[in-house]
């Protein structure tokens, strides 16, 4: 059941009136209250039960997510067990975030240098933990091999005109339906993944960024990568849509693929600039996510905020005093904070232990909305 803290007033307005035609109508308000249904209808019973899981939080409760957090952290490196955040609050985290930048290649490391197999290894456990997987793909450009960062115009169309082009994309997008299918747990069943495919869209870092291809081509990448990845008999993912901060709610669903593409509604957008970015970060997230809920709502689908953080906390009370009262409002079904580098010291977003934040992160998540891990 999707029970929601926000509703607009013009929302409920509707619902009266909508109900106030008849009772078919009615019914059908209940019925989309009451079951997600996934955008892939071969999607496996575990990854139709992740998406229920979430949608019966979403609205009330927000599960805390951090990256490659038990891959390794700052300053360590590939320790058993070992998590900041399980050092810090004394839970795991409720969502793990993981990167497969790199598997395109068929590589054996990520393009942040881990193992794929301890990739895989830690998603099986987590899972067996009663975590959630969440994964991302800084792919690289096909056209040319460079990086995801690679900004070379027309990649995009590339991929869906150039037959020599699409031909390496299927080719990766192979290796990637290898990865995904390769995710069992002890009784053969695959573990549910959330895939949140050409993220950041909105912005002008990534090759498949909105400078670089039409909103019409963006969305045909995602339909081919949709069916490329099915015909590869890949049906244990929801699909996470998530632009980073944007001007207005258009331009949120200027490259939306459709509700038949889509499970999830994203937001990536981070906190710049310490205590005087606090007023904007919070404005623009706060009213993002209220969009997101609403139509979230309207869609039948769940909301998240799929990646967020201040990197290297220069405000100690930032779990509390800014990321907490962003929540409140609408309580994403979870949020995720980016990576805390193992081998960059200033790039994390997590406490860990010893940090000026501990103390506050442990705060934040005791609350009775905020949930973890265990
Ligand atoms: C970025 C940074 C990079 C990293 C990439 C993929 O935001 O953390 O250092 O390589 O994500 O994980």
Redesign the pocket.
Known sequence: MMRRKYLNHSLILGLLVACSLGAATCTSNRQKDTRQIPCDSQATNATDSLLQVLASDCGTKTRFGH?DDTLYGHQWWNQEGRSDVLETTGHYPAVFGW?L?GIEHGDSCS??SVSFDDIRRQIILADLRGGINTISW?LDNPLNGHSSWDKTNNTVQAILNDSTVQTKFRTWLGRLATFFTSLKRDDGTLVPILFRPFHEHSGNWFWWGSPYCTPQEYKSLWKLTQKILKSAHVHNLLYIYSPDNVPDNRTYFERYPGDDLVDVLGLDDYHRGGADGVADYTERTTKRLKMMAKEAYQRQKIYVFSETGSESLPMTNWYTQVLTPILRETYPAYVLV??N?YN?PT?FFAPYKGNASEKDFKKFAEQKNIIMGK
């Open positions: 990256q990167e930048g393009l942040d800084h980016w990576r580098a960059i790039h």
